[in-house]
């Protein structure tokens, strides 16, 4: 049996739903139907989906307690990034929180640490450039993004590429190729608005793919994927 963990969050900024748990929530039901593409591909794979409060400090708590409740092979966490107009696939996590708005807790930190004495910033271990391409196949607007933000889906990115390996670059680099648990972020658009270019469905089939090709126990491919500004 092999199992993914997926997150999504909370509704915040007096919004009255979150994007990115309508993903998780499909993600779940197709993956109870066996109608995933991870699933054809990584024969008895099952999809578990927790709710992360947005909230600085007691969102990596619960994603804490979701990791050791089921004790995932693969952790793909998803948020919103209102006003853009594809997936991305998040690259990096810095460890930085810098709220522009207060989080629903009221707490809005300025220039702190996610973690004390943490590295600079961690790397994504999933399959990102392999993802990339499929997802470009099927014809989803996506994108290979370098930054996560400074709220509380960075947060997240960071806390469990630290809780992962261990929170350095070093360890970071020696683990990539073997670690038990590869873990990262998406970034959905807001996918109920009208003019939004990405649908919930495609949303729904990037994750999939994303999930499908981080299973994949190679090296993610080489290709070009960089940005210039």
Known sequence: ??????????????????????????LAARAADGHLIAQAEHTGLTVDVHRLPVVHG???????AAIAAVAPDVVLCLGLADGTDAV??????????DARIPDNAGAQPVD??????????????????AAHARITAAQIPVQLSLSAGSFV???????????????????QDDDEASAPVRGGFVHVPSLREA???VSLQQAVEAVDLLLAASLD?????????????
């Open 153 to 171: 889906c960075n947060e997240v990115l960071y806390g469990l590429l630290h809780r992962l390996h261990g929170g350095s670059a070093e360890q």
């Open 217 to 229: 126990d190679r090296p993610d491919v080489e290709h070009p994927g960089g940005a210039l500004h």
């Open 58 to 64: 007691a969102a990596l708590e619960a994603l804490d």
């Open 112 to 129: 702190e640490p996610i973690v004390d004495g943490g590295a600079p910033a961690l790397f994504s271990t999933l399959r990102l450039k």
């Open 88 to 97: 991305r696939l998040e690259r990096v996590g810095l460890n930085l929180r």
């Open 1 to 26: 049996m092999t199992t993914a963990l997926i997150t999504g969050f909370d509704p915040f900024a007096g919004a009255d739903h979150n994007p990115s748990w309508d993903v998780a929530e499909e």
């Open 195 to 197: 003019d939004c270019p």
